[in-house]
């Protein structure tokens, strides 16, 4: 493996070698490395039982990273560290690199100085990630939609994501259901949300943007000096969608008073503090462009990812852990749990959550 891993990233040298590579980071999808030669760089192996097109990934991302290193240029910003610098390989210039076993693999430069967060360190470094997203929707505002690939088709289609979530509780494939029985009632219990953004976006009642779709806050590279959010990373998922799934993304992992992986559900909570965060961040980095009902269902966005990810979470460990990584037999059973509680604690918080709207 060791070896094999030398040889792709050198795949994507012109010359000059790498001298070691160490895993990297905790990503639930695809596996990282950092290599290291004259330079850093990431190299990751995209799961391409999840991203089935990786031409089509790496098709969106090349045409997203131009647009957005255009504008930084614009701005007067510096587009290495700024916007990701994909490379393309020695064999034939694409920006993937196919092993001998077919394993898919891509490679960029590593940003230095910067550090990431599992979740937000304070209500500014909350404040600052919800700017950086905002920012990157800003700038592909004018980028036409319809360039891009769907990588995952329906990916935030929560009322899709019920249905397979209920099939996944019928069959009982790895026979966990009745282990897990109050979690199903929990989620049974909360299905009302499962419709309610897909509704508003059938019914063209929310604009369809440019949006990254995975917003977690350790997808945004924070400046070790100025502790500003500079690079939003993972855009294997910027696909056409509503924004209020960004929105309700990084709430969703970021103004939890832990973070998704805890087991202690006593510490699961939505920090209020963090929210108004969030909401002022994201304000801001959308300069304006909000319509009147994307701000009315920012609240409600929160509520509905958090319960999308708890029945992704849920029904993957039904099916027996087919998706998501995992490190322990019922990681996916405590993501869950963790999250529905988190929905839970949100509901409680609704009305305050809205009425931060007027005050901001
Ligand atoms: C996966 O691997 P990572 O952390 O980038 C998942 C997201 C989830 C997240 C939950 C393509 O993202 O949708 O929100 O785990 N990505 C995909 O931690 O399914
Ligand atoms: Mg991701």
Same mark, same amino acid.
Request: no cysteine; proline share 0%.
């Given at each position: 493996m060791e070896k094999k891993l030398f040889c792709i990233a050198e795949g994507f040298l012109p010359t000059g070698a790498i001298r070691s590579i160490a895993p990297l980071g905790i990503g639930n999808i695809n596996d990282s490395f950092l290599a290291e030669g004259e330079e850093k760089y990431v190299l990751q192996r995209i799961n391409t039982d999840v991203f089935t097109d990786p031409v089509g990934v790496m098709q969106n991302i090349q045409l997203v990273c131009a647009h957005l290193e255009e504008k930084i240029k614009a701005e007067g910003g510096n587009p290495w560290r700024e916007s990701l610098q994909f490379l393309p390989t020695r064999a034939d210039g694409t920006l993937l690199y196919i092993a001998e076993d077919g394993t898919v693999w891509r490679m960029y430069r590593f940003v230095d100085d910067v550090v990431t967060l599992q979740n937000a360190a304070s209500p500014d470094a909350a404040y600052k990630a919800a700017l950086a997203f905002g920012q990157f929707q800003s700038r592909l505002a004018d980028f036409d939609a319809t360039r891009l690939v769907e990588t995952i088709p329906d990916f935030h289609n929560t009322k899709k994501r019920w249905d397979v979530f209920c099939k996944a509780v019928d069959e009982d494939r790895a026979n966990r259901a009745l282990e897990v029985k109050d979690l199903i009632k929990t989620a049974e219990r909360l299905?009302?949300?499962?419709p309610a953004l897909t509704g508003l976006v059938e019914k063209g009642e929310l604009p369809v943007r440019v949006t990254h779709n995975d917003t977690k806050i350790n997808n945004v590279l924070f400046d070790? &000096? &100025? %502790?500003? %959010?500079i690079c939003v990373i993972d855009l294997d998922t910027v696909m056409p969608a509503t924004a209020l799934y960004d929105f309700g993304d990084m709430v969703r992992s970021g103004a939890n008073a832990t973070d998704e992986e805890d087991t202690d559900l006593s510490r699961v909570s939505l920090d209020m503090a963090y929210y108004a965060a969030f909401l002022r961040g994201f304000l801001d980095g959308t300069g304006g462009r909000l319509t009147r009902a994307e701000k009315e269902n920012l609240a409600q966005s929160a509520l509905v990812i958090t319960f999308e990810l708890a029945i992704r979470f849920l029904g993957d460990y039904l099916n027996g852990d087919v998706y998501f990584s995992i490190r322990t037999p019922r990681h996916n059973a405590q993501r869950a749990a963790n999250q529905l509680q988190l929905v839970c604690d949100m509901e409680k918080k609704y009305e305050a959550m809205q009425k931060m709207l007027d005050t901001i």
């Open positions: 299905s009302y949300l499962a070790k &000096t &100025t %502790g500003n %959010g």
